[in-house]
């Protein structure tokens, strides 16, 4: 929803039908709209706008405009649409539902996600396990450094159940990807390499595009804004920012961050796909032009990985995989949750993996620590297991922008806890 109402922002911001007072007041409404619908959607939204503002600003000057002609001259965003929008997230996130803990964390992170692999700087993938090790190491050295060590269980007693990184789920091979697997392509590498590739593709058309739009020499398209040549600067810059500057990818995530730029760069991007078939005949480049946008759009969208299968499942089309197990959330764990909260002594603190802790905000309002690590566990706190730390002895967790699958010791807790409810779907101990 959040990204609906950007979208209509910056509809309304690039109407020039609409007259400037009601562009305003629209500009806030839908400005509004999308601030109380996500935290993170707006902090990127009011970055564009600021950063846009500022240089437009300096673009109007006289002794600027002389100098650099990078459009029609029109500006559109003024002090009040962005001083509202501004004012209104600082109240919303900080002063009336206190949201703003990841910004803070942000700016005190020296991380990188995996998500950044995307870029167009690499093809590498990401070391699950040496991450996978540091998250462990950090949790465990958290406890040490604790004061409390008294309260959980000692090092011999949880070090015998080893922990290890697990492989997430993989959809079973098609017909047709068994044909593929029959000429001797991997599948798996065959959708990873397509991802990457289009990723790739993808920033590409945007940098020709964008350079084709500064120096005006795009025959489809004329007269555009001044202000819109500004903001897609800014779109690349901030972009290239979270790529470079390791921070920032951490807390929103390459991918939702890109997802929400694209919407102001689809033009350059739609721009560049014409510009690289320039030496075409001008139906024949359309046509190609189609043509990838078709293809990057069955990709992107899961439907190739899921007609050849041997690939991760897609969350839209599929029952299983990490976000299916981290998100669905089971009847059982629904019961059990309720359960708990009639039973619940504010004395003790629970304990649940991350996935569990927002189902239980949820479901019940209750808070649990998001740590089922067994050096993290303690000894008189009750420990939550879901659906997925049931029936498949495993656990997912949320490090440094990326997930992770892991086994888990149930039988740790069996030998050292009290199982005080289970209903086959999900278990308490005390």
């Known amino acids: 929803m959040a ?47 600021i950063l846009t503002y500022l240089i437009s600003f300096v673009l109007k000057r006289n002794f600027i405009k002389e100098k650099i002609h990078i ?40 991380l990188k996600s995996g998500e950044t692999l995307y870029s167009i700087f690499s093809w590498k993938k990401l070391d699950k396990n040496k991450l996978f090790d540091e998250y462990v190491l950090a949790s465990t050295k958290e406890v040490e450094l604790s004061g409390d060590k008294d309260l959980y269980y000692e090092k011999d007693t949880y070090e015998k159940y080893k922990l290890s990184l697990l492989d997430d789920d993989i959809l079973p091979l098609t017909s047709l990807g068994r044909k593929l697997k029959d000429i001797s392509l991997d599948v798996f590498s065959l959708n990873y390499f397509l991802r990457q590739g289009i990723a790739k593709i ?45 921070m920032f990818s951490i807390e929103y995530g390459t991918l939702r961050f890109f997802q929400q730029t694209l919407i102001v760069l689809a033009l350059p991007t739609v721009i560049g796909s014409l510009i690289i078939f320039h030496f075409l005949s001008k139906d024949s480049r359309l046509y190609v032009s189609v043509a990838i946008f078709v293809i990057l759009f069955l990709s992107l969208s899961g439907f190739v990985p899921q007609i050849l299968g041997g690939y991760y499942p897609q969350l839209h089309l599929n029952n299983q995989g990490i976000p299916y197990d981290c998100f669905y959330i089971h009847k059982t764990e629904v019961l059990s949750t309720n359960w708990l909260k009639g039973r619940f002594s504010n004395t003790y603190n629970i304990q649940s993996n991350q996935c569990m802790y927002f189902k239980m905000l949820v479901v019940d309002g209750l808070v649990s620590s998001g740590n089922l690590l067994p050096a993290t566990i303690k000894k008189n706190d009750y420990v939550y297991l879901d659906y997925s730390n049931v029936n498949n002895e495993k656990n997912m967790l949320y490090f440094n922008g990326d997930w992770f699958i892991h086994n888990y010791p149930v039988e740790f807790l069996d030998e050292n806890k009290n199982l005080i409810y289970n209903n086959s779907g999900s278990k308490i101990y005390k």
Not at 229 to 241: D, K, R
């Open 202 to 246: 993808i920033q590409l058309f945007i940098i020709l595009g964008f350079i084709v739009l500064i120096l005006n020499m795009n025959q489809y398209i004329k007269n555009v804004d001044s202000e819109y040549n500004v903001l897609a600067f800014v779109s690349i810059l901030l972009t290239g920012l979270l790529i470079l500057l390791p």
């Open 71 to 110: 459009g029609n001259k029109n500006y559109y965003l003024t002090g009040v649409m962005v001083l509202g929008i501004v004012v209104f997230t600082f109240l919303w996130n900080t002063q009336i539902t206190r949201t703003s803990g990841g910004l803070t964390y942000l700016v005190t992170q020296d």
């Open 3 to 49: 990204l609906f109402f950007f979208a209509l922002v910056l509809l309304v911001l690039f109407n020039k039908t609409v007259r400037p007072r009601l562009k305003e007041i629209l500009f806030l409404v839908f400005g509004f709209s999308m601030i109380v619908s996500h935290y993170s959607t707006s902090y990127i939204a009011v970055a564009l706008f």
